[in-house]
């Protein structure tokens, strides 16, 4: 497993919770980690994503001033914050990983809809229900 996330769970509304991604390995060096989340039924949605070599911060549009991403390089940790929940946040949350040459082009791997070259490196999956 080269993407480890946990934090995931269950909370009412209001409520927070904070998820983690430690990549390892090869994908250890990669220098755009971000989140994105599916819902059943519904299709995919860049989250949030930090391009590390600059630390440049990009957010999907429905999460702005609710979530906050961050990096802990001593811990080659990204952290993804999640306040003021909504029952429309509930979904699986999965961290991805790259190496991108451009704080852009992290942006667009990570959040952009459609886009074909989406990060490469993929974690599991974590939970988040909001009741």
């Known amino acids: 497993v080269q993407l480890v996330e946990s934090g995931g769970g269950s909370v009412p509304a209001g409520g927070s919770l904070t998820l983690s991604c430690t990549p390892s390995?090869?994908?250890?060096?990669?220098?755009?980690i971000g989140w994105v989340r599916q819902a059943p039924g519904k299709e995919r949605e860049g989250v949030a994503v930090?391009?590390?070599?600059?630390?440049?911060?990009y957010y999907g549009d429905s999460v702005k001033g609710r979530f906050t991403i961050s990096q802990d390089n001593a811990k080659n940790t990204v952290f993804l914050q999640l306040s003021s929940l909504q029952p429309g946040d509930t979904a699986m949350y999965y961290c991805?990983?790259?190496?991108?040459?451009?704080?852009?082009?992290?942006?667009?791997?990570?959040?952009?809809?459609?886009?074909?070259?989406?990060?490469?490196?993929w974690g599991q999956g974590t939970q988040v229900t909001v009741s």
């Open positions: 991805g990983a790259d190496q991108i040459p451009s704080a852009g082009v992290c942006r667009l791997a990570a959040l952009g809809r459609g886009y074909p070259h989406p990060l490469k490196h």
């Open positions: 930090v391009y590390t070599r600059g630390g440049n911060i």
């Open positions: 390995g090869t994908v250890g060096n990669s220098n755009c």
